[in-house]
């Protein structure tokens, strides 16, 4: 079983920085995808990033299409989310995520299987 544990959230003013860590643990970690979701108040869970975990190839959505980076520590099970110039509509609940289905859509949450328990992102204007 895996479990994802993530880290960083806070409260910041609008322009800060942040970032976010999820650390997965189990002996059947292997994911095709590890991705970041968020889900703002009384909204729907959505795509924020997701990056290969073999190869690295790494998508956005296009809220946060350069202002956050998504990074990953093979060795160490570890996933970043690095977000910049934040700003109130960033706040919301933020979950790490496993896909581990070759072909997937890796952007839509319905192919993600194991999630954490998120963090929670508060930025003020």
């Known amino acids: 079983q895996v479990e994802l544990v993530e880290s960083g959230g806070g409260l910041v003013q609008t322009g800060d920085s942040l970032t976010l860590s999820c650390v997965a643990s189990?002996?059947?970690?292997?994911?095709?995808?590890m991705g970041w979701f968020r889900q703002p108040p009384e909204k729907e869970r959505e795509f924020v990033a997701t990056i290969g975990w073999k190869s690295g190839p790494t998508y956005y959505s296009d809220s946060v299409k350069g202002r956050f980076t998504i990074s990953r520590d093979n060795a160490k099970n570890t996933l970043w989310l690095q977000m910049n110039n934040l700003k109130p509509d960033d706040t919301a609940v933020y979950f790490c995520?496993?896909?581990?289905?070759?072909?997937?859509?890796?952007?839509?949450?319905?192919?993600?299987?194991?999630w954490g328990q998120g963090t929670q992102v508060t930025v003020s204007s």
């Open positions: 995520a496993m896909n581990h289905l070759i072909g997937s859509n890796i952007r839509s949450k319905t192919n993600y299987n194991t």
């Open positions: 189990g002996d059947s970690f292997s994911p095709y995808y």
